[in-house]
């Protein structure tokens, strides 16, 4: 008997790396090779996919992949010229190329440029790599502009070639580089989990599609935080427990000697410093910090 794969597409480009890194985290080596499409991880019951960001959602919608990682912009602008396909969110990672946080896509000009608003820029041309979802951005706000196709390094076209652009930004660190001023964000997004209905509805690949989702999440809610174990005397419990912050609170447990007990939390990995010293104080011993891999809440 064959065994039952999941098709899943792994972003090719700016989010390979940090999606290689997630799955990592999350318990899965997924090992990309040069000039190969086809990574290797190890779970046998897994098939995976070099893919664009950009065309992740068609090919899930298409039943070319069970499930792919991709940004809400670019589900957004497949949508907005294919209304009638549906694409299931599977599971909302927040974290990108850099840094564990939402991108933004900004109307952006020059530092110079006599632009002020949004509304400033009608009949103007905007650069951009997200066609769609811009021409509907300035839809809304009832502006005429001329939305032109970017095939790359969209900071350098204004003035010359443009008079706006919308790109992504993670710091903004690249638009000020390029003397680029920010009117107004066109739309926030940060990495989906996606699937159709029609893998959905196979009880096999939404099992083990919840699976994967539950790990990659996991993963991220432990980024940035570490566990911490420690003993501390009944009568000192009161003033340590006042120091720590917890997911939900902290667990206690006895020890073989009544009058101590053992306590274990969770903290931000940046607080374990100074609160170390402020638990030693307050009377606990035996402090242990460890890292963490995943935690499921």
């Not at 664009?52 to 589900?75: F, P």
């Not at 410093?273 to 030693?280: E, F, G, S, T, W």
């Amino acid at each position: 008997m064959d065994l039952k794969k999941l098709k899943l597409g792994i972003p090719k480009g700016s989010l390979q790396k940090a999606t290689v890194q997630l799955f990592s985290r999350a318990g899965f080596k997924v090992s990309v090779r040069s000039r190969s499409y086809f990574p290797t991880i190890d779970d046998p019951e897994i098939e995976c996919l070099l893919i664009r960001a950009q065309e992740m959602a068609r090919y899930v919608s298409d039943g070319v992949l069970d499930a792919g990682l991709t940004g809400q912009d670019w589900i957004a602008e497949y949508q907005a010229s294919n209304a009638a396909s549906e694409i299931i969110n599977v599971a909302n990672l927040i974290y990108a190329k850099q840094s564990y946080g939402k991108v933004r896509w900004v109307l952006a000009v020059p530092e110079d440029s006599p632009i002020q608003r949004p509304e400033d820029l009608s009949g103007a041309t905007i650069a951009t790599e997200l066609v769609r979802v811009t021409q509907a951005y300035f839809n809304r706000i009832g502006i005429k502009v001329n939305v032109e196709f970017s095939w790359g390094a969209t900071e350098v076209k204004p003035p010359i070639l443009a008079d706006g652009i919308v790109e992504a930004t993670e710091t903004g660190a690249t638009l000020r580089a390029n003397r680029l001023r920010v009117l107004d964000t066109v739309i926030e997004s940060n990495t989906q989990l996606i699937t159709s209905p029609t893998s959905m509805t196979d009880s096999w690949k939404k099992t083990k599609l919840d699976n994967v989702a539950l790990l990659l999440g996991a993963a991220i809610e432990a980024h940035g935080r570490v566990g911490l174990m420690l003993n501390v005397r009944s009568a000192d419990l009161d003033a340590v427990l006042k120091l720590l912050p917890s997911l939900q609170r902290p667990t206690i447990s006895s020890l073989s000697d009544a009058a101590w007990v053992s306590v274990t939390t969770i903290l931000e990995e940046r607080t374990a410093r100074d609160l170390i010293p402020q638990l030693k104080n307050a009377g606990a011993q035996g402090i242990v910090e460890y890292p963490l891999n995943k935690i499921v809440i």
